[in-house]
């Protein structure tokens, strides 16, 4: 299981080295694998309540995919920019796993933390996120799923 702070993915450039780090695994580690998950647990929010149990929460379930083959990927609090950095991490992970087995393999994105929805659309929602909606029904800095 891979962990790692999004503080420290704030950068482009952070994000590029765990990419690389994805990259760089061995292929006969990554051929028998089912497919990769990355799981982003935000506890601790600027503006809204603080949650007490995304971490573990997303622990647990690394660990019990990682015993059924899973390449997991953890992020914790992450704001706007690590969500995007995750994301792309994720997009990189399927490519080195479907280029050691040379077959598509699934890609699984699991949340822990705020989400709300807008004008029927849901959202994820970082932790540098503002309790406000801007105008025309946007959270600030959410994610549409």
């Given at each position: 299981m891979s962990t790692f702070p999004s503080r420290s993915m704030?950068?482009?450039?952070?994000?590029?080295?765990?990419?690389?780090?994805?990259?760089?695994?061995?292929?006969?580690?990554?051929?028998?694998?089912?497919?990769?998950?990355?799981?982003?647990?935000?506890?601790?929010?600027?503006?809204?309540?603080?949650?007490?149990?995304?971490?573990?929460?997303?622990?647990?379930?690394?660990?019990?995919?990682?015993?059924?083959?899973?390449?997991?990927?953890?992020?914790?609090?992450?704001?706007?920019?690590?969500?995007?950095?995750?994301?792309d991490l994720l997009v990189e992970m399927r490519k080195t796993v479907q280029q050691a087995q040379a077959q598509d393999v699934p890609a699984i994105l699991c949340f822990f933390g705020h989400g709300c929805q807008i004008n029927g659309q849901n959202q994820l929602v970082p932790v540098d996120s503002p309790l406000h909606v801007l105008a025309g029904g946007a959270l600030y800095t959410s994610f549409n799923i």
């Open positions: 704030r950068t482009t450039q952070a994000s590029y080295k765990l990419i690389q780090s994805a990259g760089a695994q061995n292929n006969a580690e990554m051929s028998n694998k089912k497919g990769v998950v990355l799981l982003i647990a935000n506890c601790d929010y600027t503006f809204w309540p603080t949650l007490t149990t995304p971490a573990s929460d997303a622990r647990q379930l690394a660990k019990a995919l990682e015993t059924a083959n899973y390449v997991t990927q953890l992020v914790f609090d992450a704001d706007a920019n690590a969500m995007r950095s995750a994301v």
